[in-house]
């Protein structure tokens, strides 16, 4: 619920700004962070409503939108702000993202081609914001820091250490692996780190508004060197960029941003790499903290694409000469642990479809959902109520009394045809559901068989969940 103080701080604010009284306050899925964004509308216009109790992020935030907005830099305009209300107002760049974008268009699990030219404009557009968008530029708003310093870059691999490689397991020598985190540190402040780096450059903070792209979320932005935010767009996990449109891009970017200022190509790309294997190790930290600590699924789910990109980086890429870290991240690829989170994941669950249909946590939204119903069902009959598709007498009754042997065969053959696809493309998950009326009896036994048939079949890691039952405790 939206707190009364804060929509009439921001309807005055809006109020203030169109001359129009606000008509609607909508307030705004949460992202990553605390602020609450809200949608006003007035008769004719509309603005983004931002309440945070941070100050120092309010500041930033606002003094850089100012800068780069005098710079013509694509970013929101600002409309008002009163920071003893810790709130403020924004250009509406509506609800399309580049990541949004990209999603949609990619439903063949291709990269569609159509997308290209909007990366090309964000690198335009962030070379444009590194250099001319630094001059001048009040360093001082910067908050936490200033620069992305040594202590940044220990910070991120430090991320890595504890909330990735501990959590999987993986053996390390700590002291040693330190020494080779600040040895890596050293090489990557060598060179020009005068430039303004947006910290967080990826397509989910790309607005696509009039055809154009606008940046989002720079108030975490510091003092570094060119390639971060280059490396933090082209690598994005989940955006899983074709590695030769990887490189298309970078040539792309290196042209662009030597208009601005002088780019040695080649001491810049093997930086590039560098400043490439950091943003992955501190994105798997992420991960690890967000999925494997907090039990989040979605980021359980991107690890696979991260640990994809660590393994081209460290097959391909010329690294720096750092031997305890890539013999650490050598052994954490070969653990058997961490081997499943880059196999096909198939996810199958059973479901009552008095509850709706699960929801696919991988963010892919295909695969099977089949519906149990029209199979005879054990749970009209007295004796079986209070059993599952796990016990014995229901599963006698499923393959005596009904046809399910015939309905799982088919199952069998179309979701096999989907996984042999899967493998020989590299996919990483498959959502499989079972829904029947009360997700107790037929589509337990049905999700259940499938799981043993895959896994006698294929090489792949089966994840069962029974959504009814294991919400009930396996209790009816």
Partial sequence: MTNPNVSSALSALFEQWAHEPVQQIERLPLSGSNRQYFRLHSLNKTAIGVYNVDVKENEAFLGFS???AEQNIRVPEIYGEDLSEN??????????????????????????????????????????????GSENLDYGLCHPKADFDRQSIIWDLNYFKYYFLKLVDAPFNEQDLEADFHRFADSLLEGENDYFVFRDFQSRNIMLHDNEVYFIDYQ??????????????????????????????????????????????????????????????????????????ERKQHFITSIPFALRNLTWLLEHAPLPDLPVLRNTLDSMLALKKVRTFTMLTISIKSFSYMRGIPEDPSGN?????????????PGR????????????????????????????????????????MYLSRNFTHLAVNFGC???QHRSVYSADSLAKHLQEKYDVNVVVEHVEQEQKNWIN
């Fill in 87 to 132: 709130i403020y107002l924004q250009q509406d760049l509506g609800d399309e993202t580049l990541f949004k974008r990209l999603q949609a268009a990619r439903a063949a699990h291709t990269f569609p081609d159509a997308i290209i030219p909007y990366y090309k404009k964000s690198l335009t557009q962030l070379a444009l914001l590194q250099t001319k």
């Fill in 220 to 293: 975490g932005g510091r003092k570094g060197a060119l390639q971060y935010d280059v490396v933090s767009l082209l690598w994005q996990a989940r955006a899983d960029l074709p590695y030769e449109l990887r490189e298309e891009l970078l040539n792309f970017y290196i042209k662009t941003a030597s208009q601005y200022t002088p780019i040695n190509e080649k001491a810049f790309t093997e930086k590039y790499y560098a400043f490439a294997l950091v943003r992955c190790l501190q994105v798997l930290g992420a991960y690890g903290f967000r999925g494997l600590y």
């Fill in 437 to 439: 009326t009360g997700g």
């Fill in 66 to 68: 100012h800068h780069f």
């Fill in 365 to 377: 939204g295909g695969g099977f959902v089949f519906d149990c119903r029209a199979i005879h069902n």
């Fill in 381 to 420: 009959y007295e004796p079986y109520k209070k059993l599952t598709g796990r016990d014995q007498p229901v599963i006698d009754f499923l393959l005596e009394k009904s046809d399910i042997q015939q309905f799982l065969k088919h199952v069998f053959s179309m979701v096999d045809s989907s996984v042999e």
